[in-house]
């Protein structure tokens, strides 16, 4: 049996994290949870990950700052992917989503097959670190609450879909 790709799981809603990491595991991911932004750093120094799934509204440090922090660490998973699942679904979401270094945004209630698909494209374009150049301002215009991708750190150029 193939190895369970290891994925970090960023939610202080129990329920939404059971629902989050049961659903991961249905895909075939293993899942480790913490309930806030220290417990995801503490997390990361013990860990490695192939991608984190940040909520933002949370105790103390939100999931903006949280992945403000990581990004600025000088740690090698600085880079890890990071997925932001939130409620929050407003443009100006989006786009601090984004800013903080973020790299693809769902909003809450979504798809179990449109996560699935989300994951599976931040895993590959991270893996082959391939992206599509699209102009940062027409990236923005076409950005829709439900689902979109960026990768922000990578030359500056964005994916959309």
């Not at 629902?19 to 490695?48: I, P, T, W």
Request: proline share 6%; charged share 20%; hydrophobic share 40%.
């Amino acid at each position: 049996m193939p190895a369970l790709i290891p994925c970090m799981v960023v939610e202080d809603d129990p329920i939404q994290s059971f629902v989050l990491r049961e659903q991961l595991k249905f895909m075939g991911y293993a899942s480790q949870e913490a309930e806030n932004a220290s417990q995801a750093l503490d997390l990361l120094e013990r860990q490695d990950f192939a991608v984190a799934l940040m909520d933002v509204r949370m105790p103390g440090m939100n999931g903006w700052q949280a992945t403000e922090t990581i990004r600025a660490s000088p740690r090698p998973w600085r880079n890890i992917p990071i997925i932001c699942v939130t409620a929050f679904a407003f443009l100006s979401d989006i786009k601090r989503a984004f800013a903080s270094g973020m790299d693809a945004y769902i909003s809450k209630p979504y798809a179990y097959e449109t996560l699935g698909k989300l994951i599976h494209l931040v895993l590959r374009e991270s893996a082959e670190g391939r992206i599509s150049n699209c102009g940062e301002q027409s990236c923005i215009e076409h950005l829709t609450p439900s689902c979109c991708y960026r990768r922000r750190r990578r030359h500056g150029a964005a994916v959309c879909f």
